[in-house]
């Protein structure tokens, strides 16, 4: 794999082994921080190397670099690099059929810019007084100079501005790429739903990934040329800014952010529970639907993240309407989830036993959120360790568990080696059940009232009686931790000496099992496809009649299905019954 | 009903024991008007309270899957509110989950899959089933929230008019709360104004109007026990009201990181009785007129009370 390589398969694998590696250093800073609230103060074990003086134990001045680190390490250099940068990167042009990418430098272009941000965040660590510190939400004044003097908060900053230049790059280009370069017969119908997923979530990158920019360089030059925008108080002289204004421009990115990075795993659940209930999504189009509605209805929600910033009365009451809004498509799509295993074949692989725990985290993920966008019972919920529950659940667990659905199902694909299917079942249960422990430990803490980010949560006396919790919920993360050995082993056995993988091993009918080599070569596909149905054409009867199986390819002709009738948009009618064969209505 | 249960024994401060022989002498007063506007929730306190050896301000009858107590007037209602919602939620969890299960269990590797994506009706029933829900769940969350706010987070009014009600500005600083009351004159930033660092004192039973801002960076004013969360900003003053169920002491906690010693921006707040109250407050008023230093302009701050 040549490092320089365009073909958006080589910058996938670019981005898999970066996002790994961070979902891997996001990791251990969770441990630490949870470490932390089970036994405060105590050394970390294993952590003396970096932290001689305290002998490995965090001070205040680490813990709050490390759960800074913790939120934008995850957030910007591993689950969005993994859903986008790895399966995005892969699958779409397969899925759509395409040779490449639209712009398959600007895709390369987009690694390198976040692989320096990468370095950047890693160089964070060297520096004095060590990375940023300020919170991932970098709200100033706090992320000013002024509080948080040193270089690193100012190189994460940096660091920031090249992942969001990076994930517009990608949206810019998966966007041109879906509008523009889908196969021939491939109507907007017919995409698989990853693919809508991943459409839907790239929109909202090139829509609000802009406004992050701007905040960013805005705070940038607050902290670096003396500008004032954010700055107010004490520390402003001669008029100043206002603080407020970076926290609405922030969570005007912030909360399409929260969809951009599980809208791409909402699309994988919708395939996978289709492909391994052996029958067509149920409502495909009211599902795609939904997903379109909670995109354009995720730039409307966002200050339910500032009801406690003394906003006024009107904005407070729209903002709890417009988010409890966003429940009712999400619901929509979740019952047609659950509609498309009834009646099904269940299929209990890897990767549908991931989008199975997938349905379940993000479930709870999105029920416990609701407490949060009205704002009466917002106020004893605000701040606290529910909601860091919550969001863990939707963008972590749900986000996580939906990176290895498509990791597990598209794994073949990517490498041409068939994964131990043992260990990945293994992994994906003991991940799901044990982020349940630990997000649901939060929950509960949360509820009881501990705030977030507390170095030592039980200098509040109403909090001590968490500590037992607390400590259950930190050996359920450190399990969940030891239980990504599993998948770790099962990955490098497998890209040794795994054995190669079948065409089709889950039997599928999308483009790219069905009309590319595992791994597909340079142009994917020796021939273009041409596409005659949706992406679910399964335990169709004239399949099964004519073939003797219970999937059709999405480009395959179906014998004495009539050829010229495909893709040619302009006469639908003139298709037969047969060749609409698994087709969406 | 005693306070004993309640104080902090290691910032206890040497006045704290003639406040509290107060504070038992006026019981009978404070039992005598609370009546009327007593949540149901009260008695959870006495509970609370009858462990005197206790040092925790609150954690003597807290439990881990439950709210922190409230000693609120108005907080029954959002923890009510709040258990409903769950409820709602539990159900809603049970069922997507249960169904997922019934679903995998009874259809796994069955010999036929239904060949179509679901008929007009049974997308019909997805969406109508969706909508009845979010119908009943969002709808009852918005409802009731909607009654909170009109009636008492965004009611102004309640504080504006009672004659009794007690103001304090609130100035928060990396890392404490500054609360200024307003004195005798009534007037803030005036030679009389009390001034206390992470202690604040109100009556029981009376509305109190606090404004907030901040010097430095964005804090947190919460108090766990009262429901009440608001952020103290640079350039803005924010305001918000409660009222004291009870006597008692609670904690006031900054829920916004501010920086490295974010954890240990920890206030307490004392419900008096409104003699012990107002005694307090002329005895430090006092002190105050004494102690002011005209030179010493980091100390005068403060501002015109802002209308609601």
Redesign the interface.
Known sequence: MSLLSLDHKDVARRYLWSGLGFLLLGGLLALAIRWQWAWPGQPVPGLAWALPESRGALT??TY?AVFTMHGLVMIFFAVTPLLFGALGHFVLPLAIGARGLAFPRLSALGYWVYALGGVLVLASFAVRLGPA???WTA?P??STSA??PGLGQTLVTVAVLCAGTSAFTYGLNFVVTVARCRAPGMTWGRLPLTVWGLFFASVLNVLFVPVLAAATALLLMDRLLGTQFF??????VGG?G???VYQHLFWLFGHPEVYILILPAWGMVGDLVAFF????????R?TAGAMGTVSALSGLVYAHHLF???MS?LL??TF??LT??I??PA??M???W??T????????TSPMLAA?AT??VF??GG??G??L?????D??????LWVVGHFHLTMGAASFLGVFAGLYFWFPKMFGRALHEGLAKVHVLSSAVLFLGVFGGQL?AG???Q???????Y????????L??NQWTTVCAFLLGAAQVVFVVNLVWTLRRGRAAEANPWQVGTLEWTCAASPPGEGNFTQIPVVLRGP?A????EVLERLGR?WIGQAEVLPGEARQGAGDEAMPASEGPVSTVGS?? | MSVEGKS?PSSDLPSDTSERTLALREDATINGHRTDDAPPGVDKSVEGKSQPSS?????TS????????DASVD?H???A??GW??RF?AG??AL??G??VV??WR????????????TKR??AW??G???S??LV??GA??V???G??RDV??NLQVPATDPRTVRIEINAH?WSWEARYAGEDNRFNTSDDVVTWNDLRVPAGVPVWVQL??????H?F?L??F?????A????V??TWFRAAREGT??V????????????M?GELRALSDEAYAAWLREAGRQAVQAYDVDDSAAHWGWEWKAP
């Open positions: 205040p001045p709050t510190s300020a919170g709200y004044p706090l509080f948080t700055i107010a108080g004490a520390a402003a100043g206002d603080p407020v209930s052996r029958k067509p999504a149920h409502g495909y009211l406690t910033s003394g009365p407070g009451r709890m309407v409890l809004l429940s009712l619901e929509v979740f019952l047609n659950l509609m295993l009834w009646r099904g074949s269940v299929r209990l199975l349905m379940v479930g709870l029920i416990t609701l407490a966008g009205a704002v009466a019972t106020v004893p919920l605000h701040g606290t509960a509820y009881a009232g705030l977030r980010r507390l170095y030592d949560p200098q509040y006396t109403y909090l001590k009686h968490l037992p919790l679910h399964l335990s169709q009867p219970d969406v209505t | 902090q040092n925790a301000p609150s954690a807290a439990r881990t899957l439950a709210l922190p107590e907080g209602r959002i923890d509110l709040l919602s769950h939620e809603m969890a997507a989950l169904w997922m679903a995998v259809f796994r590797n069955a010999k036929r899959a239904a060949s179509d994506g679901g049974s997308r997805v969406f089933l969706a909508l829900t979010f769940v969002d969350l918005l009731g929230s909607e909170y706010l987070l965004w990396q801002v901040s010097t430095d960076v964005v947190g919460s766990p026990n429901r009440v969360k608001l952020d900003i640079p350039g803005r924010n305001q609670w904690e906690a900054c829920y916004q990181h501010c920086g490295t010693s974010h954890y240990r920890r």
